[in-house]
């Protein structure tokens, strides 16, 4: 089963190497199948964990008592399950053009849930922890803690946040200091944006090596 | 009642999250961790839909006879081999691992790895420094790559420090900006989603 394994996984990753060459009929295959596999994989773990452990099994342990002989194992909780239970199901109104407005409620929930919290979690982790990590260094200055290197890296910090954000602050005119300060924050963000790419490239060239050495050692090993 | 129902349902969802993030209390948790629960219980649901819809969609391709039409069977045997053996066996069987393993794995990572020759050609482009802000662009990503790898090391040996040093201070600028700048947005319009004012996701229609 493991060699059978490796000669289709071969086969599938040369099927899409094969698009480098051209969109031909082997590389549309494992798109397909990549697509089909993908979703149903997707079902499969939303089914099991989620649907089931935070749905089910609460309400089925608060259904129980009713049936003969089995007894209670949790409380009346259970049966609040079926309120996201049937808000669930209304996204199915989406199937029939009169009744998509259904899908407004569950959505209203999901997006009302969605924005309740990220506020709090955008506050805490974004704001403050980044403006914490940018001016904690100003108090080892003051502490008389820090080298003068790492008091050049503090400066350059803030003055590297401050450009930024005045470069994507539009309600005022970019003219006089603000332009200078915003031709600044493009500097760094261009220096931002070129070390994003730089990983990237690395990261994608990284999953390329890894399966040119699939291919050469784990399928062409099977061979010779 | 078909907007303004939803309306009231977010504004009650978004309203009480928010409280329950600032409040202790025992009460507040367990109504925060049963609210959880029943966004992940929704969520499946709508998955089941974008599932259905995308059934619906080859379908309709096969009955068309669409141009690739026959590529929609692959689709469906992926899917129906997948869910067969995942939905009643669960995540766990061998099998199902078989084809995570074999199949979505390393399709998932040669399809990413594709794109390295794509963002090389991207790169010739984007790459030519005909301005200042190009040419930043161009020397910071190179000294990045070239300080991921040993070779970089090789050429002078203080290219992984210098691209740390990149990478630490004026990369990390320019991003906690970006970030802040984010969360604000994310922020004003979350307030705006809760208050009603943006209604969007409610779609056209009554």
């Known amino acids: 089963m493991e060699l059978f394994g490796i000669w289709v996984t071969a086969f599938l990753t040369l099927c899409i190497y094969s698009f480098l060459y051209r969109d031909n009929p082997f590389y549309r295959f494992a798109e397909h199948l990549f697509i089909g596999v993908s979703v149903g994989y997707g079902i499969v773990l939303s089914i099991h964990q989620g649907f089931i452990p935070f749905a089910w099994d609460p309400f089925w342990a608060a259904v129980k008592p009713f049936w003969p002989g089995i007894p209670r194992e949790a409380g009346w909780m259970g049966l609040l399950k079926l309120i996201p239970i049937a808000m669930g199901l209304l996204f199915f109104g989406g199937l029939s053009p009169r009744h998509t407005w259904l899908i407004r409620y569950p959505s209203a929930i999901l997006v009302g849930f969605g924005s309740g919290i990220s506020i709090p979690l955008m506050l805490q982790t974004f704001i403050f922890e980044q403006t914490r990590g940018t001016i904690e260094p100003f108090a080892a200055i003051n502490a008389g803690t820090l080298s003068p290197w790492g008091i050049v890296e503090a400066v350059l910090m803030v003055v590297g946040v401050v450009c930024t954000l005045t470069y994507f602050f539009f309600s005022v005119e970019h003219r006089g200091p603000i332009n200078w300060l915003s031709k600044v924050g493009i500097g760094f963000l261009m220096i931002g944006f070129g070390s994003a790419f730089g990983n990237t490239v690395m990261g994608r060239v990284a999953l390329l090596i890894q399966r040119v050495d699939f291919l050469l050692n784990d399928w062409l090993g099977t061979i010779f | ?206």
């Open chain 2, 1 to 206: 009642m078909r907007r303004q129902v939803p309306l009231v349902l977010c504004f009650f969802f978004g309203v009480t999250i928010i409280l329950t993030r600032f409040s202790p209390h025992p009460f507040s948790q367990s109504f925060y961790e049963e609210v959880n629960s029943w966004a992940l219980i929704i969520f499946p649901f709508a998955f089941v839909l974008a599932t259905v819809t995308l059934i619906r969609s080859h379908v309709t391709r096969i009955r068309r006879r669409s141009e690739h039409w026959q590529y929609s069977f692959i689709v469906f045997a992926g899917l129906i081999a997948m869910v067969v053996i995942g939905v009643p066996f669960g995540p766990q069987h061998p099998v199902f691992e078989w084809l995570f393993n074999n199949i979505q794995v390393p399709m998932d990572a040669t399809m990413f790895s594709l794109l390295a020759f794509f963002i090389a050609s991207a790169a010739y482009r984007a790459f030519r420094a005909r301005t200042f802000e190009a040419t930043l662009l161009l020397v910071t990503a190179i000294i990045v790559m070239i300080g991921n790898v040993p070779i970089g090391d090789l050429i002078w040996s203080e290219t992984s420090s210098v691209k740390q040093w990149i990478l630490n201070n004026p990369n990390l600028s320019a991003r906690r900006g970006i970030i802040l700048g984010v969360s604000l947005g994310v922020i004003s319009q979350s307030i705006r989603i809760i208050l009603g004012i943006e209604r969007s996701y409610l779609g056209g229609g009554d």
